[in-house]
């Protein structure tokens, strides 16, 4: 039922989107608007909260996001809170993201890596994978120092493993004879 509701409404600010032909705009826009979710795990639960007035949650919508995203997005988040949907905003976004991607012809995936990379290098290794793929790829990065060094990219099912842990599974298994 969750992801239902989610579906509805990404579907619907997909709609919007389509109809002021700013499909990238949006998407930018959004994809902000998971980046403050993600670094802020309050944003959810302050939003949701029955004793703060839906006015308070507006005027902090509107000092967060006036400046940096479209009028019509920002009042697609007061809608949210309007109707009590914030809770599902991150399965909204994803699903938003998800329906932009498909129309732009762009597949997400994820980089791992043992420590953090520069913009330019996860750049870089996109296009490499999009070459591979023959398909646009934006990579979203995820420090996992259990890889010891190299790199796992993730799309979808698809799995492309050149981390050191990786090689040294290999050889050991190799040298038991597994």
Known sequence: ??????????????????????????????????????????????????????????????????????????NFLKLLVKKRRVRYIRDIVRSFIGLCNKKLGIE?????????????????????????ENKSIVLRQIVDQNLIGGIRVQINDRVYDDSIKNKVEKLRNELLGK
Not at 33 to 60: M, R
């Open 108 to 132: 997400e995936g994820i980089v791992y890596t043992a420590y953090p990379l520069s913009d330019a290098q996860i750049k870089d290794i996109a296009g490499a994978v999009s070459k591979k």
């Open 1 to 74: 039922m969750d992801s239902q509701v989610a579906d509805r409404y990404a579907e619907s600010l997909f709609a919007l989107a389509e109809d002021e032909n700013a499909v990238d705009a949006y998407l930018k826009d959004m994809k902000l608007v998971d980046t403050v979710l993600e670094s802020d795990p309050v944003f959810i639960q302050f939003f949701s909260h029955v004793l703060v007035s839906d006015d308070d949650k507006y005027k902090l919508l509107d000092q967060a996001f006036a400046s940096s995203v479209s009028k019509y997005v920002l």
